[in-house]
Nanobody, 127 residues
Framework: EVQLVESGGGLVQAGGSLRLSCAASGFTFDDHAIGWFRQAPGKEREGVSCISSSDVATDYADSVKGRFTISSDNAKNTVYLQMNALKPEDTAVYYC????????????????????WGQGIQVTVSS
């Protein structure tokens, strides 16, 4: 059974930090690109940051560049999203997702490219 389980969310003040984790199981982790997405109330789900299956390529939304960092620990089948300098507009439910790929560099950050999804975790940034 494929599972993606997010953890590390919560409530933080503006300017603070959180680290999200996405623990994957049930598929060959090394053959999948992993993405972080978020959805705020009344808004569409958007790509936040994604990492290729080889961990070589990454992509970030303009709104988080310089503040968020995505990384992967293949030994633990886990992808992390380090979020620094958080802003109230980062408040959303964050999801991790996976898609299989034979490309080592393909790093899609568009939600319809992904077909395995976690249940999501709330991140709330207070002003």
């Amino acid at each position: 059974e494929v599972q993606l389980v997010e953890s590390g969310g919560g409530l933080v003040q503006a300017g603070g930090s959180l680290r999200l984790s996405c623990a994957a199981s049930g598929f060959t982790f090394d053959d999948h690109a992993i993405g972080w997405f978020r959805q705020a109330p009344g808004k569409e789900r958007e790509g936040v940051s994604c990492i290729s299956s080889s961990d070589v390529a990454t992509d970030y939304a303009d709104s988080v560049k310089g503040r968020f960092t995505i990384s992967s620990d293949n030994a633990k089948n886990t992808v992390y999203l380090q979020m620094n300098a958080l802003k109230p507009e980062d408040t959303a439910v964050y999801y991790c997702a996976a898609v299989s790929t034979t490309s080592l560099l393909w790093v899609p950050c568009i939600n319809y490219e992904y077909y395995y999804w976690g249940q999501g975790i709330q991140v709330t940034v207070s002003s």
